[in-house]
């Protein structure tokens, strides 16, 4: 079974087949680099994947998914939330982001966050299904190991006594949001409905 990921980061699109290379094969949506991405104005992680997942279903023929996951902190009132990505602005990356994030939690006692992720499922522009992952932890003050992207280096997840950014890759897969919103994709894929996946994937 074939189905195409509508991601062009390369974070995100290694912990997808890791976690799922024993259900489907993952391919990226052709000519994703080149296009014009959707403007992502949904509210919520729910909207905003589901808006992804139906304007690049219409890329190919094939059934393909698109994720929306982000950093919810309590006591930011759930921000950096669906800005995640783009929280110090259009040009920051994920440096400038975290160095905003510790700038405003300077201080800030309640430091619990959690990590969410939404996974929708479209094909030729109609919604499959849509799963939501989330995992619970809390800040650092400063940022603690290279591995992972984003915001792991200041995700601490108290299982493991370190952050997602120290954590071994393998690890963080069992445990992340992402990986939580994966698994149900491939149960949702090895359910009845996966019938139907296999018969459009072949369909073309």
Not at 112 to 131: M, N
Request: aromatic share 10%.
């Amino acid at each position: 079974m074939k189905i195409y990921c509508a991601t062009s980061n390369p974070g995100k699109l290694r912990e997808f087949q890791l976690t799922l290379k024993s259900e489907v094969e993952i391919l990226p949506v052709p000519g994703l680099a080149g296009s014009v991405p959707p403007e992502e104005t949904g509210a919520t992680f729910e909207a905003n994947a589901t808006e992804k997942a139906i304007y690049y279903s219409c890329f190919c023929d094939g059934p393909v998914f698109a994720d929306d996951s982000g950093l919810v902190v309590d006591a930011l009132g759930g921000a950096p939330g669906v800005y995640s990505a783009r929280y110090a602005g259009p040009a920051g990356d994920a440096e400038a982001n975290n160095r905003l994030l510790l700038e405003r939690m300077s201080g800030v006692s309640n430091r619990a966050a959690r990590f969410v992720c939404v996974i929708a499922l479209a094909r030729r522009g109609e919604l499959l299904a849509t799963f939501r992952g989330e995992v619970k932890g809390t800040l650092t003050d400063e940022s603690r190991g290279d591995g992972g992207f984003g915001y792991d280096p200041l995700f601490y997840y108290p299982p493991f006594g370190c952050t997602f950014g120290e954590a071994p890759l393998a690890d963080k897969m069992q445990v992340s949001h992402r990986a939580r919103a994966l698994v149900q994709l491939g149960e949702w894929l090895r359910g009845p409905a996966s019938g139907l996946v296999e018969k459009i994937s072949s369909d073309g």
